[in-house]
């Protein structure tokens, strides 16, 4: 288990998902503290949000903002306080800023306090800033708008990885709330609403339900 978890921690983040073994759960449980915002978004108001043209037009030229406890306990689908390496899901901040309809995405990373080993449980410091890693999508794309947006699927597209899932945004176009996972079922609006129960995580060993809080929630100016 212990050689197979340093696989998992050295793997890219693309390749994370296919990573664990018959003991492993990615999420690891709900993890420590609430995370994840109040804000769900959708909803009616004076905003056009009804295509997935719209809502990229909106956040055309802008940068969201999730920090504090706008982030949830278990981004991606992977609890914040489990060591996956390069991997690892421990956020301070993350600001994606839209241009083009590509998304530039910005990751403070907090600093994981934890054992040695490799996928040992420890402590995501979301206050203490370790590392900035970048990415700019291939291509992102939002579709099955239902009820003004307060439901989309969601697939962002970069070099070596996907992150795919369901948002919304709220009537005034200032909360954008994102469940994303690298590689999962039961995510999409068909399922059910941004936060629903019901997904299942993708690993080697089989489907894996998650149990944790995926929603990140983005602040608009």
Do not use: W
């Amino acid at each position: 288990m212990k050689k197979l978890l340093t696989m998992c921690a050295l793997a890219a983040v693309g390749g994370l998902v296919a990573c664990g073994g018959g003991n492993m759960n990615p999420d690891g449980g709900t993890g420590g503290g609430s995370g994840g915002g109040t804000a769900s978004g959708g909803g009616t108001g004076t905003n056009d949000f009804s295509t997935s043209a719209r809502i990229l037009a909106h956040l055309e030229g802008k940068t969201m903002v999730m920090q504090g406890d706008d982030i949830p306990t278990s981004p991606n689908g992977f609890n914040e306080n489990i060591d996956f390496g390069a991997s690892t899901q421990c956020y301070q901040k993350v600001s994606i800023s839209t241009l083009a309809s590509q998304f530039t995405v910005t990751s403070d990373l907090g600093t994981l306090n934890k054992m040695p080993d490799a996928g040992a449980v420890g402590m995501c410091d979301r206050t203490t800033k370790a590392n900035t890693v970048m990415f700019t999508s291939m291509s992102v794309l939002i579709e099955n708008v239902a009820n003004n947006g307060e439901c989309f699927d969601i697939t962002s597209t970069y070099n070596g990885f996907k992150q795919e899932g369901r948002g919304s945004i709220s009537a005034d176009g200032k909360t954008v709330t994102l469940e994303l996972y690298f590689a999962a079922t039961g995510h999409r609006c068909a399922d059910g609403a941004v936060g629903a129960t019901g997904v299942q995580l993708a690993t080697q060993a089989g489907p894996v339900a998650f149990t944790g809080n995926a929603k990140q929630v983005y602040r608009l100016p």
